[in-house]
T-cell receptor, first 111, second 115 residues
Framework: GENVGLHLPTLSVQEGDNSIINCAYS??????FIWYKQESGKGPQFIID?????DKRQGQRVTVLLNKTVKHLSLQIAATQPGDSAVYFC??????????FGSGTRLLVRP | GAGVSQTPSNKVTEKGKYVELRCDPI?????LYWYRQSLGQGPEFLIY????????DSGLPNDRFFAVRPEGSVSTLKIQRTERGDSAVYLC?????????????FGPGTRLTVL
């Protein structure tokens, strides 16, 4: 099966700086990955996804990088804003098409 | 437009009782998912419906858990003989179409507390 973990439970950044949140997965057969943002009292919200035939994908202020060799995924947020404060989860789709979530990184944005 | 809604938002029950949690998906979404999220953890898959049928129930932890979606829209997650370990936030998500890679839209969850 798949096992997904995030490297840091908490990340504190200065407003305006770039944030990098890391994630590792275990199953080299996983071929679809998603980053979610979860604010307090709400369900996870889709941010960006990437398939295994890509190594980089960009959205608005966000970039996801995928390194299949070391089974590592990262989310980069440019010019971090107070509204970016939340818990971020990476998720990998396993061979039975279930999403396996990591334990999350809490992003704190200092004013 | 309306997103996924879940009721109740909070449910407190006693050990051994039966509970029902309701999910109203986004109109037109044929796929519906239930997840369980324990404190400090990511969501954990429970069951997936495509239309009225449970296409994948491999995440249900035991036979005390059951879910239905009789008309292919609203779904109810049912938990019998609740245990303290069932305490968690139960999340529902829906998506359009039949692809498991379609974007899932999550509801706010029902926080279940078993005393």
């Amino acid at each position: 099966g798949e096992n997904v973990g995030l490297h840091l439970p908490t990340l504190s950044v200065q407003e305006g700086d770039n944030s990098i949140i890391n994630c590792a997965y275990s199953n080299s057969a996983s071929d679809y990955f998603i980053w979610y943002k979860q604010e307090s009292g709400k369900g996870p919200q889709f941010i960006i996804d990437i398939r295994s035939n890509m190594d980089k994908r960009q959205g608005q202020r966000v970039t996801v990088l995928l390194n299949k060799t070391v089974k590592h995924l990262s989310l980069q947020i440019a010019a971090t804003q107070p509204g970016d404060s939340a818990v971020y989860f990476c998720a990998a789709m396993d061979s039975s098409y279930k999403l396996i979530f990591g334990s999350g990184t809490r992003l704190l944005v200092r004013p | 437009g309306a997103g996924v809604s879940q009721t109740p938002s909070n449910k407190v029950t006693e050990k051994g009782k039966y509970v029902e949690l309701r999910c109203d998906p986004i109109s037109g979404h044929t796929a519906l998912y239930w997840y369980r999220q324990s404190l400090g953890q990511g969501p954990e898959f429970l069951i997936y419906f495509q239309g009225t049928g449970a296409a994948d129930d491999s995440g249900l932890p035991n036979d005390r858990f059951f879910a239905v979606r009789p008309e292919g829209s609203v779904s109810t997650l049912k938990i019998q003989r609740t245990e303290r370990g069932d305490s968690a936030v139960y999340l529902c998500a829906s998506s359009f179409g039949t692809s498991r890679m379609a974007e899932q839209f999550f509801g706010p969850g029902t926080r279940l507390t078993v005393l």
